[in-house]
């Protein structure tokens, strides 16, 4: 998708209306409207890009700072970030987009399930090391 076609782009530039909270030369936030709990915002790098590994770093820099003073300043004790990267993962819009999901409740909020496995040492060694020759 181009970025005269994105959503977040046009939102960004002002073409569509949001509820802004932060805005740089760099980042720009706003409240979802379609919110998992009061206080649900979305923090996004101006630079366009579908996928984390499209953006360049220094685009990224003040994603967290953002999403932390958002959290702050709703007073959030319980909160998720959340990023998600390729349809299978559960991204909707095709520009990198963060999360912060207050967590009030049991009720409200993120809900996920943690499938988590007992790894083959071996192979997750065998893997930290392959990781680690390409970091």
Do not use: Y
Not at 42 to 48: A, G, M, T
Not at 68 to 90: M, S, T, W
Request: one cysteine or more.
């Amino acid at each position: 998708m181009s970025s005269a076609a994105c959503i977040f782009c046009k939102i960004i530039k002002g073409d569509i209306p949001s509820l802004k909270l932060f805005e740089s030369d760099k980042v720009f936030a706003f409240l979802d409207i379609q919110p998992l709990s009061l206080g649900h915002a979305l923090v996004i790098p101006k630079f366009h890009g579908a996928k984390l590994t499209d953006i360049p770093d220094e685009h990224l820099t003040e994603v967290l700072p953002v999403a932390k003073k958002i959290a702050k300043a709703i007073g959030a004790e319980d909160f998720n970030v959340l990023q998600n990267n390729g349809r299978i993962a559960h991204q909707v819009v095709d520009h990198v987009h963060f999360h912060m999901i207050p967590k009030p409740n049991e009720k409200e909020g993120l809900t996920i399930g943690w499938p988590a496995e007992q790894a083959d040492m071996a192979k997750l060694k065998a893997l930290h090391e392959e990781i680690k020759s390409k970091m």
